[in-house]
């Protein structure tokens, strides 16, 4: 079993909708959680970190953390077509390492 | 604006040729990365360099070897290439936190 698992979809919208983006991990000792957002033949982007539980808002952009059932989500609302693209949820135990378990990403299309 | 930058962009290998993948960052960062991306696998972390002069393996760091030339330079080599390792291959930097800055990546095939 993988430490993080994440759904490859592919999810496809509307444009407009309301989106949500999920993973699952096994191991109790991730702290920090990310999202990156992945263009076509583009590497990754950093688009949300939170510490710990919680909730964290950027703009469309919203990222929870729910550490009691090992469980994170990107909420995107008012999805445009330019927010199509693969998310990646990454996560490590320790600050400061770069050393990241990733997801297999999901592949997202927001139609017009 | 360059930030990371690797080379080749694309690239075709027989079995048993060797090659080195080049990256630079130009962002002054202490780290650097090497993840492959295959499909159904996400990304997994071949080496990392925590600072200049210092390299230690990642999850899948058989058959690969880095160099960290300086700062700014990262390679990262395949002695003998296989068919395990068609991918495509990513360098990352970083000052020191979990904000990575990718390249824009390398696709690789060995036949």
């Known amino acids: 079993q993988k430490e993080v698992e994440q759904d490859p979809g592919p999810l496809s919208v509307p444009e407009g909708a309301i989106v949500s983006l999920n993973c699952t991990y096994s191991?109790?000792?991730?702290?920090?959680f990310m999202w990156y957002r992945q263009y076509s033949r583009k590497g990754p982007e950093l688009l949300m970190y939170?510490?710990?539980?919680g909730n964290k808002e950027d703009g469309r952009f919203t990222a929870q953390v729910d550490k009691s059932s090992k469980y994170i989500s990107l909420f995107i609302r008012d999805s445009q077509p330019s927010d199509s693209a693969t998310y990646l949820c990454?996560?490590?135990?320790?600050?400061?390492?770069?050393?990241?378990?990733f997801g297999q990403g999901t592949t997202l299309q927001v139609k017009p | 604006n360059a930030g990371v930058t690797q080379t080749p962009k694309f690239q075709v290998l027989k079995t048993g040729q060797s090659m080195t993948l080049q990256c630079a960052q130009d962002m002054n960062h202490n780290s650097m990365y090497w993840y492959r991306q295959d499909p159904g696998m996400g990304l997994r972390l071949i080496y990392y360099s925590a600072s200049e002069g210092t390299t230690d393996k990642g999850e899948v760091p058989n058959g690969y070897n880095v160099s960290r030339l300086n700062k700014r330079e990262f390679s990262l080599r395949l002695e003998s290439a296989a068919p395990s390792q068609t991918s495509v291959y990513f360098c990352?930097?970083?000052?020191?936190?979990?904000?990575?800055?990718f390249g824009s990546g390398t696709q690789l095939s060995v036949l």
């Open positions: 191991n109790s000792a991730f702290q920090y």
């Open positions: 990454a996560m490590s135990p320790t600050s400061n390492t770069g050393k990241l378990i």
């Open positions: 939170t510490y710990s539980s």
């Open positions: 990352a930097s970083s000052d020191d936190n979990e904000k990575l800055f």
